[in-house]
Structure formats: C-alpha cells, structure tokens
C-alpha cells in the first residue's frame, strides 16, 4: 500500500537522521544539537532579527530567545544592535561560531561521506536523482 510505502520512508529518514546525530555527538565533547547547528547557519547567512529566526526555525521567540542565549553563553554568537534604532536587535554569528560551525559541517560532511560510500554508484545516483526532485521548488 502507497501510504504504508509512504511511513515507511518518512521513518527510515527520521532513523537516518538520528544516526547521523549519533555519530557527531561520538566524536565531540561539546553539547551541541543539530538545531545548534542550523541556528549558526542561519545567523550566519541572514544576521537575522529574534522574530525573524524564530519564524525561520519554527519556534516560538521565547524559545528562539533560549536558544541565542544559551549559543552567546559560548560565545558562538552576539546581539548587535542597530545604530539608527536601538530597539533593532540582530543576532550576529562570532569567529568562534564560525570556526565552530565549519568543523562542525566538516564533521557531518565526512560522516555523510562515509555513509553514501556505502552505496554502489548506481545507488548513489539514483539517490542524487531522488534528492533533486524532492528538492527542486514547486
């Protein structure tokens, strides 16, 4: 049945993505999550507004807040305020967040390397394929 199919593959990425996570978490001492992580990228790119990265996450601004504070705590990130409003906030991603988040996307990017060489070429390209199109805008 398609939608069994369909279950099926939503529980098979969600396991991948656990292991995934496992298998950073095995190789650093520091607490950080996968949201961490994204969070860094994103303050990264953006220089975002507390609102605005509360929207991009999915999260409430409470929890956003938490969030930054706990990332500005190891100093990975900074609130910069806005010299023309001071109530304008940005959040702003350190030296210490960015060599911080780049061995962190190296880590992942080897793990993710050694997992998809686990497959044939005609596995991995058919994955790219299905990736693409799973991917590509609407």
Do not use: W
Not at 8 to 22: A, D, G, Q
Not at 34 to 59: D, R
Not at 80 to 97: F, H, L, M, N, P
């Amino acid at each position: 049945m398609m939608s069994d199919r369909i279950e099926r593959i939503i529980s098979l990425i969600f396991t991948t993505r656990r292991m995934l996570h496992e298998q950073r978490q095995a190789h650093r001492g520091r607490n950080c999550s996968f949201l961490h992580l994204i969070t860094l990228s994103i303050v990264q790119n953006k220089m975002p507004l507390m609102k605005e990265l509360a929207e991009y996450l999915g999260i409430t601004p409470p929890s956003a807040t938490s969030l930054i504070n706990k990332l500005a705590k190891d100093e990975l990130v900074y609130r910069q305020v806005e010299q023309a409003d001071r109530r304008i906030v940005r959040i702003v991603i350190s030296k210490k967040g960015q060599n911080f988040l780049e061995t962190h996307k190296k880590l992942v990017a080897e793990k993710m390397r050694l997992n998809l060489n686990r497959l044939s070429v005609g596995e991995q390209q058919q994955l790219e394929k299905i990736l693409e199109k799973i991917s590509a805008e609407q």
